[in-house]
């Protein structure tokens, strides 16, 4: 049995950061947000930046390497996520509405933490101690520290970390190759058309409504959704993510309900698009129907697109593209939304078709290396999660 000791104690302290006004334009060094653990890492392409030049008056707000930033204000989702710093960049300042938990050394390791705060375990208690609202979600430092979690002897510890930090370091891996095939995928684009905001190549432009079909989903009720995973899945913008669908999160519809709601059933091609909240941290939530994905509806707020007379690949980089973005022009209300107005409006490069199907013939050749990265991912992820719940049960020691 592992021991159990409060977070309190597994940490020298648990403390948010200074609120610092940050800017665009701005320099120096760099500033700890939100965003900047989006994907559980340090991601040092988002720091904010406040012209601060003279560290020295905020030395006991930068980070040591092995602390631990965590979200407690975010929305539920995101809600206890954390990522570890391991030294880079070499002076981070902490700013606000981030935890930093710096761990007591003397019993516990930095790595071994950092791993145990990603485990469904400690995300069950963090559940237990949130603070819910409609969009957004908090906890406080005063109930983080009362959790308990499991601490071993450090040797245990050590070893418990060795064992993860090797399945992680694999599953780091998969995504980096799949990352690089997307970074391919753009760059072809961009060298076989050009920008398409700046239009270098000059190519002739048209409105996107000339172009597309565009459908808007049905306002399916929660009431009659189905418990069955065999039955039809429904497609909405909660699930779409800049890198996919999250099938797994989906509601389900009866397949003796459908009549007259064929038309919103989602083909292989087609293009799906979250008109609320479309952008996130993470990019645009947009995304092409594969043959991977699951048999789905078009819910409500959500956009459907297929192409005329236009190459169904090449219309959805168009659509990818930050040009889509600075024209949409999201409307802040309540809930930040793009309209289908915003979208047939959108203007596009129209090279000529056979330019574009020699774009898509190339991208299919990418996608299939691509689909085989992320079917090694989904093995190297599900290692893991193995070994991540195992590791707390005392069963890798």
């Not at 954390?82 to 710096?102: D, V």
């Not at 406080?140 to 418990?160: R, W």
């Not at 760059?187 to 409504?209: C, V």
């Not at 669908?245 to 989602?266: F, T």
Request: hydrophobic share 35%; with cysteine.
């Amino acid at each position: 049995m592992i021991p159990l000791v409060t977070i309190k104690d597994a940490f020298e302290f648990v403390r948010n950061g200074l609120s610092i006004k940050q800017s665009e334009n701005s320099v120096g060094f760099p500033i700890t947000r939100i965003e900047t653990i989006w994907n559980s890492t340090i991601d040092i392409n988002r720091f904010g930046y406040a012209d601060i030049i003279d560290v020295e008056k905020y030395k006991n707000n930068l980070l040591d390497e092995g602390d631990i930033l965590m979200s407690h204000i975010n929305s539920p989702k995101h809600l206890g996520k954390s990522a570890i710093y391991e030294g880079t960049p070499k002076q981070l300042i902490h700013g606000m509405n981030l935890l930093n938990l710096r761990p007591n050394r003397n019993i516990s390791l930095p790595k071994y933490l950092h791993f145990y705060l990603n485990s469904d375990n400690f995300k069950n208690q963090i559940k237990k101690i949130s603070n819910q609202s409609v969009n957004q979600a908090s906890f406080s430092s005063g109930n983080l520290k009362k959790l308990k979690i499991p601490l071993p002897s450090l040797l245990e510890q050590q070893k418990i970390a060795s064992v993860l930090d090797a399945a992680d370091s694999l599953r780091q891996k998969d995504q980096q190759l799949i990352e690089k095939y997307n970074a391919l995928s753009q760059s072809l684009f961009l060298d076989m058309f050009g920008d398409p905001e700046t239009n270098p190549m000059r190519w002739e432009k048209s409105i996107a409504d000339t172009f597309i079909d565009l459908l808007t989903g049905f306002a399916f009720k929660s009431k009659d959704y189905s418990n069955d995973e065999n039955d039809i899945n429904l497609c909405g913008g909660l699930i779409i993510t800049p890198s996919g669908i999250e099938w797994n999160k989906s509601n389900y519809w009866r397949r003796d309900k459908l009549d007259g709601l064929e038309k919103y059933r989602i083909i292989e091609g087609d293009i799906v698009m979250a008109m609320d909240r479309p952008w996130i941290s993470s990019g645009f939530k947009i995304h092409k129907i594969t043959r991977n994905d699951k048999e789905s509806l078009l819910v409500q707020r959500t956009a459907r697109i297929r192409g005329k007379n236009i190459n169904q690949d090449f219309l959805y980089f168009l659509f990818k593209h930050t040009a889509f973005e600075k024209q949409a022009h999201t409307t802040e209300t309540t809930v930040p939304h793009i309209s289908p107005k915003d979208i047939r409006k959108y203007e596009l490069i129209i090279p000529p078709i056979a330019l574009q199907n020699q774009f898509a013939e190339r991208i299919q050749s990418i996608e299939t290396q691509k689909h085989l990265a992320q079917a090694s991912l989904q093995k190297s992820e599900a290692l893991f999660n193995s070994l991540l719940q195992r590791a707390f049960k005392g069963e890798l020691t």
